[in-house]
């Protein structure tokens, strides 16, 4: 107790008592340095740019109290586009760089009125369709009110119209921007490029390295992987509203609405009409229309006036013919109509053709063949036309129908450059809203989680063929990668045999027993898949080899979101029944392989049970047939690629089944699967599934090697 006294009495007299004056000194330079630090942090962090007051706004500047900029008459002039330029040359990907939401970054430039040494304005104040499609930037999520975050840079200079451009002082005013340097990481859009007698398909104003999204290029000015087609926009695509008639047969079979045509081209027209009568309507320009009725809502033949653009709805297929310029409004116009445009440029690049695949939408004909244009068409299958008339609308729905539209999906694809492991996939861009699935995504770009097992999973579908059966698991069981086997017993009224009776294999083996029998049980995502890969495989095919089944796994490996199989079979076009016909006749070409014997991604058993659009799952159950034509129509669909058979075999007969073991020896079974292929793609609005010559054979297999040198030697020829 007195020592603790002792202490607490000794304690404080150990630190020397602080003055007066110096705490207070002290206190003060600490409070200093808190209030600094935490302005600091305030700067740092609060939203701010070091160019914020000059950010592209319309609203806050009117254009007739904009910075004059007077050029003098030898202000540098930009050199002219370097035809060589692409991403890897031109582009200075490192401004862009890692950005967590993969998306560029762009600046507009302030609006500015540059005028020439005598006072002249260099051109007209900004038109109303740059206005819009500068505001759909700037509202958008790549805008950057940073010029220092900018990957991008997009002047406010308006060159979407070269008529009405001074060509030489309009290069002088591009080369006055801060951040110019060549061109580098600019982007220009025009849709009117070059000027009479020659018209040239690119824009005149020499621009050095800036990247250009034009709407007239040719072939000879179009740098491919830098520049960007874009289309004409169609002011009445504002002005009429076309509701969508969608697809179906139409009054004409072929229009031509465009004036002013070079009188060759008419004349072929017009030839055209002749030969075929009223089929062919062929439109020009009205010459009696009364005052106050605007030409340009209006076409005539002879003496019958029709309203423009309504008429293009009345004809399958609407005429795209190069003009002065070979980018042409009217392309705009006949999307919309839903009508399907037979596009006569030679050497055009067709507006997004980067993305879109116009194969689907419209055809393309050489000008040297228009006399033959009419029989051309009429080789096309109905079911065809009514796919590209409503993949025509979507078109302009997506991407042609406002200057916005058309400026996002610019930026979009120039995006899709710079971060291509983020870019928008093939279906994303082609296909219509109602085609694409939520929730959907191919597998090769699913979050890269590992699986639980190496190897595959062999699934087995079986009913009561049980010695059958166990001669595929004997054999499956061989195969190296095998990492279980799962056997799906579809019979609900005969137990599977007891577990002494089943093969003694090296992997565990699993019997899960169906509620119903029904074909879609062998696509159900059972919980035992433990593995990415998936080996559906009949009870009944006995005849590949350990070796033939190693391989097909090593390729699918390769190609994980492709179905690769073993027995091929081929759709065709049925012309004189007008529908799609199955084949399983021995071709060179194929575009399924039948799920009796296939490797795949598991997730696509999720998608078959789930995602399965229509009433397709119900009908395959009800109908005990085309289970394997509806898988090959689903990953078709989702991934846009074609499947891969392996090995030579053709033949997959089970030598001791009878007719009436095998539901694919009945008479009815061809001409059903024939019915299911037509029921498919009209519940897919499209034909999915692509046609190939290619197969998948181990190397050295046919060779005169040793055996011992040959990783696959057991590969059956037939």
């Not at 819009?132 to 940073?146: C, H, P, R, V």
């Not at 309504?310 to 116009?333: H, K, M, P, Y």
């Not at 009419?374 to 997506?398: C, D, G, K, N, T």
Request: aromatic share 12%; glycine share 4%; proline share 7%.
């Amino acid at each position: 107790m007195c020592a603790s006294a002792k202490y607490n009495t000794r304690g404080p007299a150990l630190i020397p008592r602080m003055k007066t004056k110096h705490r207070i000194y002290y206190i003060t330079l600490f409070s200093i340095v808190l209030l600094g630090l935490i302005a600091t942090g305030i700067f740092q962090f609060w939203p701010h740019s070091i160019e914020s007051s000059n950010d592209w706004t319309i609203e806050k500047r009117s254009v007739h109290d904009v910075p004059v900029v007077k050029l003098p008459a030898d202000s540098p002039i930009p050199e002219r586009g370097d035809l060589s330029c692409r991403m890897h040359t031109c582009f200075d990907v490192y401004r862009c760089g890692f950005n967590p939401k993969n998306k560029i970054k762009v600046y507009i430039y302030s609006l500015k009125k540059y005028v020439d040494e005598y006072g002249t304005s260099v051109s007209n104040t900004i038109s109303r369709e740059y206005n819009e499609l500068l505001t759909a930037i700037s509202d958008s999520e790549f805008y950057t009110d940073d010029v220092n975050r900018a990957c991008l840079f997009v002047p406010s200079i308006d060159v979407l119209n070269q008529n009405a451009l001074r060509i030489k002082e309009t290069a002088q005013a591009l080369a006055q921007l801060s951040r110019w340097d060549r061109g580098t990481n600019h982007l220009l859009f025009n849709m009117l490029p070059g000027g009479p007698p020659d018209y040239n398909t690119a824009l005149d104003v020499p621009r050095d390295r800036a990247l250009l999204a034009g709407g007239g290029f040719s072939t000879w000015t179009y740098r491919q992987g830098y520049d960007v087609s874009i289309p004409v926009y169609s002011p009445l695509s504002a002005e009429v509203d076309l509701p969508d008639r969608g697809p179906g047969p139409r009054r004409y079979f072929i229009l031509s609405s465009q004036m002013s045509l070079h009188p060759e081209y008419r004349s072929e027209l017009e030839a055209l009409q002749t030969e075929n009568g009223e089929s062919v309507l062929i439109l020009d320009k009205c010459t009696n229309l009364s005052d106050g009725v605007p030409a340009v809502r209006k076409r005539c033949h002879k003496n019958q006036v029709f309203d423009y653009p309504q008429v293009l709805q009345e004809s399958t297929f609407c005429v795209v013919l190069r003009g002065a310029r070979l980018g042409q409004a009217v392309l705009s116009d006949v999307l919309q109509a839903g009508c399907v445009p037979v596009i006569i440029a030679d050497s055009y690049i067709l507006p997004f053709s980067e993305v879109l695949d116009w194969k689907r939408a419209s055809v393309v004909i050489p000008e040297e063949k228009m006399p033959e244009m009419y029989s051309i068409l009429q080789s096309v299958p109905q079911r065809q036309i009514e796919e590209m008339q409503r993949q025509a609308r979507w078109f302009w729905e997506a991407y042609f129908r406002s200057m916005k539209a058309i400026a996002l999906a610019t930026l979009q694809i120039i995006n899709d450059r710079i971060y291509p492991y983020a870019a928008i996939s093939y279906e994303d861009w082609n296909d219509p809203p109602a085609v694409k699935w939520s929730s959907v995504s191919n597998p090769l770009f699913l979050p890269l989680i590992p699986p639980q097992s190496q190897g595959f999973t062999a699934i087995v579908l079986t009913y009561d063929r049980v010695e059958s059966l166990f001669r595929v698991i004997t054999e499956v069981s061989k195969v190296p990668s095998l990492s279980k086997l799962l056997v799906v017993w579809n019979n609900q009224n005969k137990n599977p045999p007891e577990e002494s009776l089943w093969p003694k294999i090296r992997v565990p083996l699993k019997v899960v027993r169906t509620a119903e029998n029904k074909l879609s049980n062998r696509f159900f995502p059972y919980d035992e898949i433990e593995t990415e890969a998936v080996l559906a495989i009949d009870d009944d095919i006995i005849m590949l080899t350990s070796d033939e089944l190693q391989f097909g796994y090593e390729v699918w490996r390769e190609f994980p979101d492709r179905l690769v199989g073993y027995p091929g079979r081929l759709h065709l076009w049925d012309h004189e029944m007008n529908k799609w016909k199955y084949e399983s006749e021995w071709t060179n070409e194929v575009s399924m392989v039948l799920t009796g014997a296939a490797f795949y991604h598991k997730y696509f058993n999720y998608l078959y049970t789930y995602k399965m659009p229509g009433d397709i799952k119900n009908w395959v159950d009800a109908h005990m047939n085309c289970e394997d034509i509806a898988m090959n129509f689903l990953v078709a669909n989702v991934t846009g690629k074609s499947v891969i058979k392996v090995t030579p075999r053709k033949k997959f007969k089970c030598p001791e089944c009878t007719a009436i073991d095998g539901l694919s020896l009945d008479q009815t079974h061809m001409v059903e699967r024939s019915e299911c292929i037509n029921k498919f793609a009209s519940v897919f609005g499209t034909m999915p599934l692509k046609v190939v010559e290619h197969r998948a054979d181990p190397v050295l297999y046919k060779d005169d090697f040793p055996e011992k040198l040959k990783s696959f030697p057991n590969i059956g020829s037939l």
